[in-house]
């Protein structure tokens, strides 16, 4: 169950969400649902100095886990396995996808990691063409399985219509950038199309060669639109035509948007953008109606200051995250079935959270403004109460967070036994700087 699993710091986080693996059906009668199961079969290479440079000839895409050594202890090797039991499932259920899997070893294959240029622990890495993207996301079956075929779509989408327009209209979650180009030949499509490489599969990118949905997005000729999630207008990048380089500087410098949601698919990263230290965090559940409610006025909130550079709101639909409801709601003291928004200090968890005087009422516009306001000229924050507590907190509740790092140390103790092969590892060091230069 979830609950025995242990690591509950952030970056730990996707080891409880590992039980999604075992999906297991009751046999159905019938066809046409049977859900993956693993068949046995070992899919994912080992991945060492001999056979790396093959297997990423071999396949259109390669995608490494770089993990941790492996470790002595029972308990630990079976976290390893689970971790390498959701690539074996992915790669088994994309057989036909022409990918190649592989477990890339932080200390028995330290070179290898360092010519690919591996260097985040636990992170999955997938090389295409002359691209790497780093998948900094959930590494669950789905997740997973979701982002590869993702990439393995074109990284431009092209609008031939008023129904895919409207399409493009309702995806207000995502950072999107649409452009009208004269055609596929079209130097400028080609530039914004090696854009597009760049970002893909988290920033989608679309385009359109057609004069009639150009007009409905008020595009002139090699203009291109910036749209931020929630925003009701888009920017337009200024100075067309645009180069890739020109493109790439704009969407780096305007990525972090003023609300974002949260996703499996890039979570981490999302949390490692912190503002200073914090992330002011909303927790909102779209399909309740209070939830829903909150959700309008925050975008309200966030529409009406969207010119504040520090302001980026996390907005976390508990839906999305079953497994860590649990977590979060020990760890930051607030009911999940109720909307809620508060300061995450993301070194120690530490938070406070807004208070809404009437358990019915949900606050205005307004009051959410002064609040954010408050929190952005450091009147509201994590440390103060830290000392005051006129909360109902009582003392019981801070030790919970020093279980985390026990978990942590856990970890560290175990790796230190397992040295068996960097003798190896140092020795063939000389023969290492040939391979390097045939990159
Ligand atoms: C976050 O917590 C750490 C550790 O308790 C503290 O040193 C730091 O000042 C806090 N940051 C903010 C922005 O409150």
């Not at 520090?310 to 497994?323: C, G």
């Amino acid at each position: 169950s979830p609950r025995s699993l242990p690591g509950s710091i952030m970056h730990h986080l996707w080891l409880m969400l590992l039980p999604f693996l075992g999906l297991v059906s009751v046999a159905p009668a019938e066809k046409g649902l049977e859900f993956p199961r693993y068949d046995g079969k070992d899919r994912v290479l080992d991945i060492n100095d001999r056979n790396y440079r093959k297997a990423m000839n071999k396949y259109s895409m390669l995608c490494l886990l770089y993990h941790e050594p492996i470790p002595d202890s029972k308990e630990l090797q079976k976290k390893h396995q689970m971790t390498e039991m959701v690539l074996e499932l992915v790669a088994q259920v994309l057989e036909e996808k022409d990918i190649g899997f592989g477990m890339v070893d932080a200390k028995k294959d330290a070179k290898v990691a360092k010519k690919l240029g591996l260097d985040e622990v636990d992170s999955v890495y997938v090389f295409k063409e002359d691209r790497v993207i780093e998948f900094d996301g959930l590494l669950s079956a789905n997740t997973m399985t979701e982002f590869l075929l993702d990439l393995l779509e074109d990284p431009v989408e092209v609008l031939d219509n008023a129904l895919e327009l409207k399409a493009f209209n309702r995806m207000d979650e995502e950072i999107r950038l649409v452009g009208f180009f004269k055609n596929q030949e079209s130097e400028h499509f080609e530039a914004f199309k090696e854009a597009a490489e760049q970002f893909q599969p988290y920033i989608k990118f679309f385009a359109t060669f057609e004069k009639t949905v150009a007009k409905q997005l008020t595009l002139k000729m090699n203009e291109v639109d910036f749209y931020e999630p929630f925003m009701e207008e888009p920017v337009t990048i200024p100075e067309k035509p645009h180069s890739e380089e020109e493109l790439v500087a704009f969407i780096t410098k305007h990525r972090r948007p003023t609300l974002r949601k949260l996703r499996a698919e890039d979570m981490f990263e999302t949390w490692e953008d912190d503002i200073e230290g914090i992330h002011i965090v909303a927790f909102a559940e779209e399909e309740d109606p209070d939830g829903f409610e909150f959700l309008e006025i925050l975008k309200e909130v966030a529409r009406d200051n969207t010119h504040l550079p520090d302001l980026s709101i996390v907005w976390i639909d508990p839906d999305d995250f079953s497994l860590l409801i649990p977590y979060w709601e020990k760890t930051f003291k607030v009911d999940l079935f109720r909307p809620q928004i508060g300061v995450v200090n993301v070194t120690d968890a530490d938070s406070v959270w807004m208070a809404m005087d009437d358990e019915e009422d949900l606050p205005t516009a307004q009051e959410l403004e002064d609040w954010i306001e408050d929190v952005l000229s450091g009147k509201v924050n994590t440390e103060d109460d830290d000392e005051e507590d006129d909360d109902d907190d009582d003392d019981d509740d801070d030790d919970d967070d020093d279980d985390d790092d026990e978990d942590d140390d856990d970890d560290d103790d175990d790796d230190d036994d397992d040295d068996d092969d960097s003798d190896e590892d140092e020795d063939d060091d000389d023969d290492d700087d040939d391979d390097d230069d045939d990159e």
